[in-house]
Protein backbone atom coordinates (compact mmCIF):
# COMPACT_ATOMS: atom_id res chain seq x y z
CA UNK A 1 0.00 0.00 0.00
CA UNK A 2 2.83 2.12 -0.61
CA UNK A 3 1.62 6.00 -0.48
CA UNK A 4 -1.62 5.37 0.96
CA UNK A 5 -2.00 6.97 4.46
CA UNK A 6 -4.29 5.61 7.45
CA UNK A 7 -5.23 7.00 10.51
CA UNK A 8 -5.43 4.96 13.40
CA UNK A 9 -8.16 6.16 16.41
CA UNK A 10 -7.54 4.66 19.98
CA UNK A 11 -3.89 4.66 19.02
CA UNK A 12 -2.40 4.15 22.51
CA UNK A 13 -4.87 1.24 23.28
CA UNK A 14 -4.45 -2.87 23.24
CA UNK A 15 -5.40 -3.00 19.56
CA UNK A 16 -4.58 0.47 18.85
CA UNK A 17 -0.77 -0.03 19.31
CA UNK A 18 -0.97 -3.36 17.46
CA UNK A 19 -2.34 -1.32 14.40
CA UNK A 20 0.32 1.14 14.40
CA UNK A 21 2.83 -1.20 14.08
CA UNK A 22 0.92 -3.00 11.42
CA UNK A 23 0.09 -0.54 9.04
CA UNK A 24 3.65 0.50 9.09
CA UNK A 25 4.71 -2.88 8.04
CA UNK A 26 1.84 -3.12 5.17
CA UNK A 27 3.50 -0.43 4.04
CA UNK A 28 1.17 3.02 5.03
CA UNK A 29 2.10 6.00 6.02
CA UNK A 30 0.50 6.47 9.41
CA UNK A 31 -0.68 9.40 11.73
CA UNK A 32 -1.90 8.41 14.82
CA UNK A 33 -4.55 10.40 17.53
CA UNK A 34 -3.21 10.31 20.60
CA UNK A 35 -5.40 12.49 23.69
CA UNK A 36 -1.55 12.12 25.65
CA UNK A 37 1.38 12.00 22.86
CA UNK A 38 3.61 10.13 25.63
CA UNK A 39 1.87 6.77 25.72
CA UNK A 40 2.83 6.41 22.09
CA UNK A 41 7.06 7.79 22.74
CA UNK A 42 8.16 4.36 22.55
CA UNK A 43 6.11 3.80 18.65
CA UNK A 44 7.51 6.84 17.20
CA UNK A 45 9.49 4.95 14.74
CA UNK A 46 5.89 3.30 13.44
CA UNK A 47 4.55 6.67 13.67
CA UNK A 48 4.87 9.41 10.34
CA UNK A 49 2.74 12.08 12.15
CA UNK A 50 1.18 12.16 15.54
CA UNK A 51 -1.85 14.24 15.38
CA UNK A 52 -2.70 15.12 19.54
CA UNK A 53 -6.53 15.99 20.00
CA UNK A 54 -9.37 15.07 22.00
CA UNK A 55 -12.45 13.01 20.31
CA UNK A 56 -14.73 14.40 22.47
CA UNK A 57 -13.81 18.01 21.74
CA UNK A 58 -14.34 18.17 18.16
CA UNK A 59 -12.50 21.89 17.87
CA UNK A 60 -9.71 19.55 18.80
CA UNK A 61 -9.55 17.60 15.46
CA UNK A 62 -9.21 19.83 12.99
CA UNK A 63 -7.79 18.71 10.20
CA UNK A 64 -7.26 15.36 11.58
CA UNK A 65 -8.34 13.70 8.71
CA UNK A 66 -6.79 16.13 5.88
CA UNK A 67 -4.31 13.77 3.39
CA UNK A 68 -5.56 10.64 4.93
CA UNK A 69 -6.93 7.70 2.59
CA UNK A 70 -8.41 5.30 5.54
CA UNK A 71 -9.49 5.51 8.55
CA UNK A 72 -9.26 2.47 11.69
CA UNK A 73 -10.94 3.24 14.64
CA UNK A 74 -10.17 1.01 17.64
CA UNK A 75 -11.47 3.98 19.90
CA UNK A 76 -13.64 3.23 22.94
CA UNK A 77 -14.58 2.78 26.50
CA UNK A 78 -12.91 -0.37 27.70
CA UNK A 79 -11.84 0.30 31.60
CA UNK A 80 -11.16 4.07 32.02
CA UNK A 81 -12.29 6.03 34.49
CA UNK A 82 -12.27 9.39 32.93
CA UNK A 83 -15.77 10.30 33.83
CA UNK A 84 -16.61 10.00 29.68
CA UNK A 85 -19.97 7.53 28.75
CA UNK A 86 -19.74 5.36 26.38
CA UNK A 87 -22.20 7.65 24.51
CA UNK A 88 -19.46 10.33 24.83
CA UNK A 89 -17.18 8.28 23.70
CA UNK A 90 -17.38 5.17 21.61
CA UNK A 91 -20.63 7.34 19.49
CA UNK A 92 -20.07 10.78 19.81
CA UNK A 93 -16.08 10.82 19.47
CA UNK A 94 -16.30 8.48 16.55
CA UNK A 95 -18.89 10.75 15.19
CA UNK A 96 -17.06 13.21 15.62
CA UNK A 97 -14.05 11.89 13.61
CA UNK A 98 -16.20 10.65 11.06
CA UNK A 99 -17.27 14.26 10.39
CA UNK A 100 -14.32 15.12 9.31
CA UNK A 101 -13.78 11.99 7.59
CA UNK A 102 -16.35 13.21 5.53
CA UNK A 103 -15.27 16.51 4.94
CA UNK A 104 -11.76 15.30 3.98
CA UNK A 105 -12.73 13.15 1.57
CA UNK A 106 -11.25 9.63 3.60
CA UNK A 107 -11.74 6.70 1.46
CA UNK A 108 -12.84 4.08 3.70
CA UNK A 109 -13.70 4.11 7.34
CA UNK A 110 -13.19 0.90 9.57
CA UNK A 111 -14.56 1.00 12.80
CA UNK A 112 -13.52 -2.10 15.54
CA UNK A 113 -16.95 -2.93 16.99
CA UNK A 114 -18.02 -6.23 19.05
CA UNK A 115 -18.71 -10.19 18.10
CA UNK A 116 -22.57 -10.95 18.91
CA UNK A 117 -23.59 -7.37 19.34
CA UNK A 118 -26.62 -8.14 18.27
CA UNK A 119 -27.60 -10.73 21.13
CA UNK A 120 -26.22 -7.75 23.50
CA UNK A 121 -27.81 -4.67 22.15
CA UNK A 122 -29.51 -3.50 25.58
CA UNK A 123 -26.07 -2.76 26.91
CA UNK A 124 -25.07 0.44 27.54
CA UNK A 125 -21.10 0.07 25.67
CA UNK A 126 -23.41 -2.03 22.74
CA UNK A 127 -26.20 0.75 22.36
CA UNK A 128 -23.64 3.21 22.02
CA UNK A 129 -21.25 0.95 19.45
CA UNK A 130 -24.34 -0.15 17.42
CA UNK A 131 -25.67 3.59 17.07
CA UNK A 132 -22.40 4.87 15.52
CA UNK A 133 -22.30 1.54 13.36
CA UNK A 134 -25.44 2.44 12.04
CA UNK A 135 -24.66 5.93 11.54
CA UNK A 136 -21.45 5.17 9.56
CA UNK A 137 -23.67 2.91 7.53
CA UNK A 138 -25.92 5.22 6.64
CA UNK A 139 -23.38 8.79 5.91
CA UNK A 140 -22.06 6.90 2.36
CA UNK A 141 -18.52 6.97 3.30
CA UNK A 142 -17.45 3.16 2.07
CA UNK A 143 -17.24 1.19 5.13
CA UNK A 144 -15.73 -2.17 7.21
CA UNK A 145 -17.27 -3.31 10.52
CA UNK A 146 -14.89 -5.30 12.70
CA UNK A 147 -16.86 -7.60 15.45
CA UNK A 148 -13.52 -9.15 16.92
CA UNK A 149 -14.03 -12.01 19.75
CA UNK A 150 -12.37 -10.89 22.86
CA UNK A 151 -8.58 -10.16 22.99
CA UNK A 152 -5.88 -12.05 24.42
CA UNK A 153 -5.57 -8.89 27.05
CA UNK A 154 -8.83 -8.90 28.18
CA UNK A 155 -8.04 -12.93 29.07
CA UNK A 156 -5.40 -11.82 31.76
CA UNK A 157 -8.43 -11.81 33.72
CA UNK A 158 -8.41 -15.05 34.27
CA UNK A 159 -4.62 -15.12 35.01
CA UNK A 160 -5.48 -12.63 37.49
CA UNK A 161 -8.07 -14.58 38.88
CA UNK A 162 -5.76 -17.68 39.05
CA UNK A 163 -3.43 -15.71 40.92
CA UNK A 164 -5.48 -14.99 43.54
CA UNK A 165 -6.24 -18.71 43.86
CA UNK A 166 -9.99 -18.98 42.53
CA UNK A 167 -11.20 -18.46 38.82
CA UNK A 168 -14.59 -17.57 39.04
CA UNK A 169 -16.59 -18.25 35.94
CA UNK A 170 -20.52 -18.33 34.31
CA UNK A 171 -23.07 -21.13 33.93
CA UNK A 172 -20.88 -24.51 33.83
CA UNK A 173 -17.62 -22.87 32.42
CA UNK A 174 -18.50 -24.41 28.87
CA UNK A 175 -19.21 -21.87 26.68
CA UNK A 176 -16.93 -21.30 24.03
CA UNK A 177 -14.76 -18.72 22.55
CA UNK A 178 -11.52 -18.01 20.32
CA UNK A 179 -10.30 -14.97 21.77
CA UNK A 180 -7.77 -12.83 19.01
CA UNK A 181 -4.46 -11.56 19.89
CA UNK A 182 -3.61 -7.64 18.75
CA UNK A 183 -1.34 -8.58 16.44
CA UNK A 184 -3.62 -11.01 14.57
CA UNK A 185 -6.35 -8.61 15.25
CA UNK A 186 -4.87 -5.95 13.89
CA UNK A 187 -2.91 -7.60 10.60
CA UNK A 188 -6.78 -8.79 9.58
CA UNK A 189 -7.69 -5.04 10.19
CA UNK A 190 -5.27 -3.48 8.10
CA UNK A 191 -4.98 -6.15 5.17
CA UNK A 192 -8.60 -5.57 4.71
CA UNK A 193 -8.26 -1.68 4.10
CA UNK A 194 -7.81 -2.72 0.26
CA UNK A 195 -10.56 -5.16 0.12
CA UNK A 196 -14.55 -5.14 -0.48
CA UNK A 197 -15.48 -6.89 2.89
CA UNK A 198 -18.06 -4.70 4.80
CA UNK A 199 -18.42 -6.83 7.89
CA UNK A 200 -15.82 -8.87 9.63
CA UNK A 201 -16.67 -11.34 12.06
CA UNK A 202 -13.18 -12.47 13.35
CA UNK A 203 -11.69 -14.61 16.41
CA UNK A 204 -8.33 -15.98 16.93
CA UNK A 205 -6.88 -19.55 16.03
CA UNK A 206 -8.21 -21.38 18.82
CA UNK A 207 -11.34 -22.34 20.17
CA UNK A 208 -11.45 -22.76 23.96
CA UNK A 209 -13.95 -23.52 26.53
CA UNK A 210 -13.81 -21.18 29.73
CA UNK A 211 -12.57 -24.10 32.04
CA UNK A 212 -9.90 -24.46 29.42
CA UNK A 213 -8.97 -20.56 30.00
CA UNK A 214 -9.05 -21.28 33.56
CA UNK A 215 -7.18 -24.39 33.57
CA UNK A 216 -4.68 -22.67 31.13
CA UNK A 217 -4.30 -19.88 33.37
CA UNK A 218 -3.40 -22.08 36.64
CA UNK A 219 -1.32 -24.49 34.71
CA UNK A 220 0.75 -21.27 33.09
CA UNK A 221 1.07 -19.86 37.04
CA UNK A 222 1.88 -23.68 38.33
CA UNK A 223 -1.10 -23.83 40.58
CA UNK A 224 -3.42 -26.16 41.63
CA UNK A 225 -7.09 -25.28 39.82
CA UNK A 226 -9.57 -24.22 41.82
CA UNK A 227 -12.66 -22.94 38.95
CA UNK A 228 -16.24 -21.64 41.42
CA UNK A 229 -19.28 -21.28 39.10
CA UNK A 230 -21.88 -18.47 39.08
CA UNK A 231 -25.22 -19.83 38.29
CA UNK A 232 -26.41 -18.23 35.23
CA UNK A 233 -29.44 -17.21 36.69
CA UNK A 234 -28.15 -15.43 39.66
CA UNK A 235 -25.97 -12.98 36.70
CA UNK A 236 -29.62 -12.13 35.22
CA UNK A 237 -31.21 -11.35 38.25
CA UNK A 238 -27.88 -9.41 39.56
CA UNK A 239 -27.46 -7.36 36.07
CA UNK A 240 -30.90 -5.07 36.59
CA UNK A 241 -29.80 -4.63 40.52
CA UNK A 242 -26.67 -3.50 39.51
CA UNK A 243 -28.11 -0.69 37.29
CA UNK A 244 -30.48 0.17 39.87
CA UNK A 245 -27.93 1.30 42.89
CA UNK A 246 -24.38 2.10 40.80
CA UNK A 247 -23.44 4.74 37.57
CA UNK A 248 -22.99 3.39 34.07
CA UNK A 249 -19.71 3.99 34.87
CA UNK A 250 -19.80 0.96 37.23
CA UNK A 251 -21.94 -1.53 35.89
CA UNK A 252 -21.18 -0.93 32.65
CA UNK A 253 -17.60 -2.92 32.35
CA UNK A 254 -19.18 -5.07 34.66
CA UNK A 255 -22.51 -6.02 32.42
CA UNK A 256 -20.10 -6.24 29.32
CA UNK A 257 -18.35 -8.85 30.46
CA UNK A 258 -20.71 -10.71 32.89
CA UNK A 259 -23.45 -10.66 29.54
CA UNK A 260 -20.45 -11.62 26.61
CA UNK A 261 -19.24 -14.44 29.16
CA UNK A 262 -22.24 -15.93 29.57
CA UNK A 263 -22.64 -16.81 26.04
CA UNK A 264 -20.65 -18.91 23.65
CA UNK A 265 -18.52 -16.39 21.39
CA UNK A 266 -16.63 -18.31 18.25
CA UNK A 267 -16.02 -16.37 15.42
CA UNK A 268 -14.27 -17.28 11.70
CA UNK A 269 -11.14 -18.10 13.21
CA UNK A 270 -8.65 -15.98 11.93
CA UNK A 271 -4.58 -15.88 12.91
CA UNK A 272 -1.33 -17.87 15.06
CA UNK A 273 -0.94 -16.54 17.94
CA UNK A 274 -1.27 -18.93 20.93
CA UNK A 275 -2.62 -17.85 24.59
CA UNK A 276 0.01 -19.89 26.43
CA UNK A 277 2.45 -17.98 24.94
CA UNK A 278 0.44 -14.86 25.91
CA UNK A 279 -0.15 -16.24 29.05
CA UNK A 280 3.53 -17.08 29.78
CA UNK A 281 4.60 -13.56 28.75
CA UNK A 282 2.55 -11.78 31.01
CA UNK A 283 2.42 -14.08 33.99
CA UNK A 284 5.22 -12.04 36.08
CA UNK A 285 2.99 -8.89 35.59
CA UNK A 286 0.01 -10.75 37.20
CA UNK A 287 2.08 -13.13 39.82
CA UNK A 288 1.73 -11.19 42.99
CA UNK A 289 4.13 -13.78 44.67
CA UNK A 290 7.14 -12.55 42.73
N1 LIG B 1 -10.85 -5.75 24.68
C1 LIG B 1 -11.67 -6.65 24.09
O1 LIG B 1 -11.73 -7.83 24.46
C2 LIG B 1 -12.53 -6.19 22.94
C3 LIG B 1 -13.26 -7.14 22.23
C4 LIG B 1 -14.02 -6.73 21.14
C5 LIG B 1 -14.04 -5.39 20.81
N2 LIG B 1 -13.34 -4.46 21.54
C6 LIG B 1 -13.39 -3.06 21.15
O2 LIG B 1 -12.18 -2.76 20.44
C7 LIG B 1 -11.78 -1.42 20.73
C8 LIG B 1 -10.33 -1.42 21.20
O3 LIG B 1 -10.23 -2.20 22.38
P1 LIG B 1 -8.90 -2.18 23.28
O4 LIG B 1 -8.98 -3.34 24.20
O5 LIG B 1 -7.72 -1.98 22.41
O6 LIG B 1 -9.19 -0.85 24.13
P2 LIG B 1 -8.20 0.01 25.05
O7 LIG B 1 -6.89 -0.65 25.19
O8 LIG B 1 -8.94 0.35 26.29
O9 LIG B 1 -8.01 1.35 24.19
C9 LIG B 1 -9.08 2.25 24.02
C10 LIG B 1 -8.65 3.44 23.20
O10 LIG B 1 -9.71 4.41 23.20
C11 LIG B 1 -9.22 5.65 23.72
N3 LIG B 1 -10.20 6.36 24.55
C12 LIG B 1 -10.96 5.86 25.53
N4 LIG B 1 -11.66 6.83 26.14
C13 LIG B 1 -11.31 7.99 25.53
C14 LIG B 1 -11.67 9.35 25.70
N5 LIG B 1 -12.55 9.74 26.64
N6 LIG B 1 -11.11 10.27 24.89
C15 LIG B 1 -10.23 9.90 23.95
N7 LIG B 1 -9.83 8.63 23.72
C16 LIG B 1 -10.36 7.70 24.51
C17 LIG B 1 -8.03 5.30 24.59
O11 LIG B 1 -7.21 6.44 24.73
P3 LIG B 1 -6.38 6.73 26.09
O12 LIG B 1 -5.19 5.81 26.02
O13 LIG B 1 -6.01 8.16 25.98
O14 LIG B 1 -7.29 6.42 27.24
C18 LIG B 1 -7.40 4.16 23.78
O15 LIG B 1 -6.63 4.69 22.73
C19 LIG B 1 -12.75 -0.87 21.77
O16 LIG B 1 -13.70 -0.06 21.14
C20 LIG B 1 -13.40 -2.11 22.34
O17 LIG B 1 -14.71 -1.87 22.80
C21 LIG B 1 -12.57 -4.84 22.58
Known sequence: MAGKSVLIAGATGYLG??????????????RALA?????????????????VGEVTNPYSLNGICDKIDYVISALGITRQKDGFTYMDVDYQG?????HYALSAGVSRFEYVSVYNAHLMSKLKIIEAKEKFVRELIAS????IIVRPTGFFSDMLEFLRMA???TVYLFGDGRF?????????LAERCVAALGGTEQEILVGGPKTFTHNQIAELAFETLNRKPKISYIPLWLVRAYLPVMRLFTSVK????IEFMMTALSMDG???PYGKEKLKVFFEDNALASDSRQ
Open 250 to 253: TYGP
Open 94 to 98: NKNLL
Open 17 to 30: QHLIREAKRQGYRV
Open 176 to 184: GINPIHGQD
Open 35 to 51: RNSDKLAHLDKFIDDLF
Open 140 to 143: GLDY
Open 266 to 268: VAP
Open 163 to 165: NKG
